[in-house]
């Protein structure tokens, strides 16, 4: 199993912070952690867009090339790239610049977001949020196929047999579709065969192993085979439990809170937070073997390949978020892995 971090690079008060960070200093210590992911031997590091005041991550692929520069091993995604608002060959382009500064370790993660500012930000209709993104999703795939493309669509002028360039060092950047609860979504992206990564924020997990299903039947029925699958959480690792919900708890509050406020959601309370964080819970927040425990137990439901943990879901001091991604790197990575092993070994005899 690939592990790894993903964060829209949140810059928010905490309690046990001295006010809000500047959004230099924010930008400095994201790629701090990115340096200490790789430093450590995680294998994916992700930031995603967002258009609004409180996050400092409209532009992912400027950020990712920063971080390109300063690591060596780690593969770097988006995540989530809001593909409907986008030019896909922008972001070809962006990413291909990225998989040059990295020497091959650029990828794409696209999904339709879960705000949608960035349409009329960018001059985009909303009544064409679902069409512009799968007109999209195509013509990025279709870029990959060669270095000149001719292709046509609804929303986009067409392209007549034009170069895209700079050309990727992969042969082909890997897409991943993000998806939340849309059996539609899930099914789409096996049969596109790209890979899913399927976003845990809320509910239980069993509750998506429909998501998993449908995406490993439609990959079979279009002849792509098995097709890799991530599950993405909000999550925060301390020492301690008590530590990891004292420090997730405030953070988690004040960014879920706000929006609630503008989905009609109530208010988070302490009791519905440790909740969500226990074995059968959506949040992977605790000590090193809870997370352990936890990872494992969704392993059976999903099989999965991946796992990325958002630790910044709000803001949290940048020193504890750093010893939260060394506990994820040291000690919660090599023994799930390790498990998984055993298991399959098991399962072979």
Same mark, same amino acid.
């Given at each position: ?19 809000? &960070? ?15 992911? %790789? ?18 991550? *409209? ?66 209709? &909303? ?111 301390? %020492? ?9 708890? =405030? ?63 709000? *803001? ?17 990575? =090599? ?15």
């Amino acid at each position: 199993m690939e592990f790894g971090i993903y964060t829209f690079v949140e810059n928010t008060p905490h309690p046990q912070m001295e006010g809000k &960070l500047s959004n230099e200093q924010r930008m400095q210590n994201l790629l701090e952690e990115a340096e200490l992911a %790789d430093e450590l031997g995680l294998d994916v590091f992700a930031v995603g867009e967002h258009h609004r005041e409180e996050y400092v991550s *409209s532009a992912p692929s400027v950020i990712l090339s920063a971080i390109a520069a300063r690591t060596n091993n780690i593969r770097l995604s988006s995540s989530v790239t809001v593909l409907g608002s986008e030019d896909p060959v922008r972001v070809y382009q962006q990413y291909s610049t990225i998989d040059l500064i990295s020497k091959g370790r650029a990828e794409i993660m696209v999904g339709r977001g879960s705000f949608i500012e960035s349409f009329p930000l960018f001059g985009y209709e &909303l009544n064409n949020y679902e069409p512009l993104f799968e007109e999209k999703l195509e013509l990025l795939l279709k870029l990959r196929e060669s270095e000149k493309i001719t292709w046509s669509g609804k929303y986009r002028s067409s392209i007549d047999d034009r170069g895209i360039y700079p050309q990727p060092v992969q042969d082909q950047i890997p897409v991943w579709r993000a998806v939340g609860g849309t059996p539609k979504s899930a099914y789409r992206a096996g049969q596109l065969g790209i890979p899913m990564a399927i976003a845990i924020i809320g509910g239980y997990p069993e509750q998506f192993k429909q998501m998993a299903q449908i995406h490993e039947q439609a990959a079979k029925e279009h002849g792509h085979g098995r097709l890799p699958v991530s599950i993405n959480s909000h999550g925060f690792i301390a %020492d301690t439990t008590e530590e990891a919900y004292d420090i997730a708890f =405030p953070a988690f509050k004040l960014t879920m809170d706000r929006i609630g406020r503008e989905r009609g959601w109530p208010p988070m309370s302490r009791q519905q937070f440790e909740a969500s964080c226990t074995l059968r819970g959506a949040n992977a927040v605790g000590n090193p073997q809870q997370i352990i425990d936890k990872i494992l137990y969704q392993h059976k439901i999903f099989g999965h390949d991946r796992f990325l943990l958002q630790m910044s879901v709000g *803001s949290v001091p940048h020193e504890k978020l750093l010893r939260s991604i060394e506990l994820f790197a040291t000690e919660v990575a =090599p023994k799930v892995r390790e498990e998984i092993a055993k298991r399959e070994t098991a399962n072979q005899e």
